[in-house]
């Protein structure tokens, strides 16, 4: 049973760790079949797979289409494990509640998108704005989600202003204090960040989960 | 890719003609007797008063077609067996330098130097074979070139160029090969190769001839390379640069075949022009990149293997002139057919070798062989039926097909900086010497090649020290 159980973990892991969404899809159907805790499933098996994807994927020794494909595969995983969790009435603690959304002007989602996968293969519930989304949609959603974090994306030079805008309505609206802001994309950097007042920025899917992280106080 | 080409077919083939002129009507002066007896009882025309050796046609040709298209290039090891020749490109690091830059300083080539780039250079996945990078000078003269052999033997198992000074350097040399092959005959076993150079305009003096005659009787493949100067040991302009260099390599051919039938040589050049300002030879202008294509043009009509000095710069520091010269140099040999390409690691017209210059060439040579190996049009290539799955304003980053050919598709630097502005500072912030200096380190404290036998060691020291208390 106890070797079984680890060749179970070690299936789900090795699915993720072969960007594999396939073969993450039979080892979760393999460990509901066999009873296994789906909750465990994911933590100890999928999970662990994309945390070493991620840190290859700093190091430089893996690219980035095996990321989101990696990503994928633990969403498919995580779908079926997931079903398994409701059935049962268990519970699984999501790390925190970021909304998301490209900036008003900027049709660009791909970045965006890649993040939202990394944030949700590790354990976070995203709320997706999607592309091209006006600066009162952020302001909206944040009051009424109140999440942990707001991610804003911006590629290009000109979109850019628009998440030094949505930051100063936070401020106006008296709700800087209650939420996290980071931002990203190609026309965003270190400096910008710091000039418009937000808390963070990151350069990669895997830096914005780190950074998300560090942004909530939950330790690796 | 189509190749790049400065000469047409008539002009190649009347240079041919002019060069069999040269040698049948004006000759070519040999400084040895022996040489010289040699070439009168095979037909040569020799005027012994005067040291001078007239070629007929008909002992070139014979010469031109006797001698290998091709040959297989050994490891240390007898291994990995390469051929060089044909469409093969072979790198190799090198080559003679008098210095070494450390600090910004010039400081004299010591033994632990051939180590170390030995070392360097089995590490570099580029770099196919190993040259003496800077000639050992805190040992005696006569024997530095065996010290330098040792050295390299033990921290490389690579294929191992030498350029020996002399004829007795060359006889220890070959000495130390056949007591390590434990092979009387190197013909079927060519871990090594030598490099022989007439003087210009057309003489053989007795150490070089002493090199090319030691290569041939032992089967070691030999790179016959003239270096006229243009202007000053040839007539100035490039076409006559190229005739004197022609007669000169075929005059030598034509000694290795009446030596040995059959051993393989090398249509070998170091372009070089002289700077009548500043009374220097320089290797990197664009005459001597014109001069590259043709020397390969000419030795692909001869069918022979064809080696060049690249990649090459003229400068003394790393700056601009150097990288783009060390680029056109070796890009412009790559692209012309040049099988074989000596001089990573150097810069200051050969004089001077940096081991974070061996490291940065590694770079600049990967860049380009990847430039010529162009672009594959194939159905899987193509993609045609993933540009239709994923339909307009989709990705591609999720395909299996991106997988597939992720890692095969593309150049991966190994020192360049790809990333961004902002993660650049934060991972170094380091320019490319730096980070090239810091892979020197790893290298050296990292690697090691499989060691040499305890007897083998101890047999190549004796031979050292037999030669050592010889005069050469």
Not at chain 2, 276 to 283: A, G, L
Not at chain 2, 350 to 370: C, H, K, M, T
Not at chain 2, 404 to 424: C, G, I, K, M, V
Request: aromatic share 6%.
């Amino acid at each position: 049973m106890e070797k079984d159980h680890s060749r179970i973990l070690q299936n789900l892991r090795k699915a993720v760790e072969e960007f594999d969404a396939e073969k993450a899809r039979e080892a979760a159907i393999e460990a509901v079949k066999s009873g296994f805790d789906p909750v465990k499933a994911i933590e100890e098996g999928l999970a662990k797979g994309i945390k070493t994807i991620g840190d290859l994927f700093e190091k430089g020794e893996i690219f980035l289409p095996e990321l989101i494909m990696a990503a994928e595969a633990m969403k498919a995983g995580t779908q079926i494990l997931m079903d398994e969790v409701r059935k049962r009435g268990l519970n699984v603690k999501k790390l925190g509640k970021v909304v998301i959304g490209t900036v008003h002007g900027d049709i660009h989602d791909i970045g965006k998108n890649i993040v939202i996968s990394m944030l949700e293969a590790s354990g976070f519930k995203v709320i997706d704005l999607g592309v091209d989304v006006p600066a009162e949609e952020f302001i909206k959603k944040v009051k009424e989600v109140q999440p942990d974090v707001l991610g804003m994306s911006a590629l290009l030079t000109t979109t850019a202003p628009e998440q030094g805008r949505i930051i100063k309505m936070l401020k106006d609206a008296g709700m800087r204090d209650k939420v996290n802001v980071i931002i990203g994309g190609a026309a965003t950097s270190e400096s910008w960040a710091n000039e418009i007042g937000a808390d963070a920025y990151a350069a990669d899917a895997v830096e914005a989960v780190k950074k998300i992280k560090a942004l909530i106080g939950i330790k690796e | 890719m189509s190749r790049l080409e400065v000469l047409s077919k008539e002009e190649i083939k009347r240079i041919h003609g002019e060069s069999l002129t040269i040698l049948e009507e004006t000759g070519v002066k040999i400084l040895d007797e022996d040489t010289l007896r040699m070439l009168s009882r095979s037909g040569v025309d020799v005027d012994f008063n005067n040291n001078l050796a007239r070629f007929p046609e008909s002992l070139v040709k014979e010469a031109l077609r006797s001698c290998p298209k091709s040959f297989i290039a050994l490891n240390r090891d007898k291994e990995n067996g390469v051929k060089i020749g044909g469409d093969s490109i072979y790198i190799v690091s090198g080559f003679y330098a008098s210095y070494v830059l450390k600090g910004g300083k010039r400081m004299r080539g010591t033994v632990e130097d051939v180590a170390n780039f030995a070392k360097i250079a089995d590490c570099l996945k580029n770099i196919n074979a190993v040259g003496v990078e800077v000639l050992p000078q805190d040992v005696p003269a006569h024997v530095s070139e065996l010290y330098a052999c040792y050295a390299m033997l033990d921290n490389t198992t690579k294929h191992l160029f030498f350029s020996p000074n002399t004829q007795f350097s060359a006889k220890g040399l070959v000495e130390i090969i056949k007591t390590f092959t434990g092979e009387e005959d190197l013909l079927k076993t060519q871990i090594v190769t030598f490099q022989s150079s007439p003087t210009s305009p057309l003489t053989w003096e007795r150490d070089s001839l002493g090199v090319l005659i030691e290569s041939s009787k032992a089967g070691i493949s030999c790179n016959i390379l003239p270096e006229p100067l243009a202007g000053a040991t040839s007539p100035i302009t490039l076409a006559a640069v190229l005739l004197v260099h022609n007669a000169e390599f075929l005059s030598g051919l034509v000694i290795s075949h009446l030596v040995r039938k059959g051993v393989p040589v090398i249509y070998g050049y170091s372009p070089t022009i002289f700077d009548m300002r500043e009374v220097s030879p320089i290797i990197a202008s664009p005459e001597t990149i014109a001069l590259r294509i043709a020397h390969a043009q000419i030795g692909r009509f001869y069918g022979l293997p064809v080696h060049c000095i690249a990649p090459d710069s003229d400068a003394h520091c790393h700056d601009e002139q150097l990288a783009w010269e060390k680029i056109i140099t070796f890009f412009a040999a790559l692209n012309s057919g040049v099988n074989i390409l000596i001089n990573s690691g150097m810069f200051s017209t050969g004089l001077v070798a940096s081991y974070e210059q061996l490291v940065i060439d590694d770079e600049i040579i990967g860049f380009l062989l990847r430039v010529i190996k162009g672009i594959e049009v194939t159905t899987e290539t193509l993609a045609v039926d993933l540009i239709r799955k994923v339909g307009p304003r989709g990705h591609f980053l999720n395909q299996m097909h991106t997988l597939r050919h992720l890692r095969t598709e593309y150049w991966f630097p190994e020192l360049s900086n790809r990333a961004t502005y902002d993660n650049w500072l934060r991972k170094s912030g380091k320019d490319i010497v730096t980070k090239a200096r810091e892979k020197v380190s790893k290298y050296l404290k990292e690697h090691k090649a499989p060691e040499l036998s305890q007897e083998n060691k101890r047999k190549i020291q004796e031979i050292i020290k037999k030669f050592e208390k010889m005069k050469s």
